[in-house]
C-alpha cells in the first residue's frame, strides 16, 4: 500500500487543522493506521492511531485536541487538530501496519509510511 500524507501548512497557535493520508495500491481492510511526528532535533513518536474497528488510541499530548479518523470506502484516514501549540510543530507522517485488533503508537511493526506532511505552529 502507498501512502501520501498531506494538509499540513502554518497556522498560528491555537489554530487548528485536518491532515489526510489517503491510501492507494493494495489495501487492507483489516490494517491499523497511525500518525507519527518528528519535531526537528527529537526522535519520532506516535500521535494517534485507528484499528481496523475503528478503535482509537492518543498520546498524552493529543488527547483532547487531536481526533483521528477513516473513511473506509477509500482508505483515507484524517488527523483533526485543534488547539495546536507551537510545540506541535513537526513532520507528520502516516502509516499503515498488520494490527488487526488494536492499534499502536510504536513504530514497530508498521510496514508502510508515507511521506512527511510538515506543519507549524507560530505566533
Not at 518528528?38 to 506516535?46: I, M, T, V
Request: hydrophobic share 30%; aromatic share 12%; proline share 4%.
Amino acid at each position: 500500500v502507498q501512502l501520501q500524507a498531506s494538509g499540513g501548512g502554518s497556522v498560528q497557535p491555537g489554530g487548528s487543522l485536518r491532515l489526510s493520508c489517503a491510501a492507494s495500491g493494495f489495501t487492507l481492510d483489516y490494517d491499523s493506521r497511525a500518525w507519527f511526528r518528528q519535531a526537528p532535533g527529537k526522535e519520532r513518536e506516535g500521535v494517534a492511531c485507528i484499528s481496523p474497528n475503528d478503535g482509537t488510541f492518543y498520546s498524552e499530548s493529543a488527547k483532547g485536541r487531536f481526533t483521528i479518523s477513516r473513511e473506509n470506502a477509500n482508505g483515507t484516514v484524517y488527523l483533526q487538530m485543534h488547539s495546536l501549540k507551537p510545540e506541535d510543530t513537526a513532520a507528520y507522517y502516516c502509516a499503515s501496519g498488520p494490527f488487526t485488533v488494536y492499534c499502536s503508537l510504536v513504530e514497530e511493526g508498521y510496514n508502510s509510511w508515507g511521506r512527511g506532511t510538515l506543519v507549524t505552529v507560530s505566533s
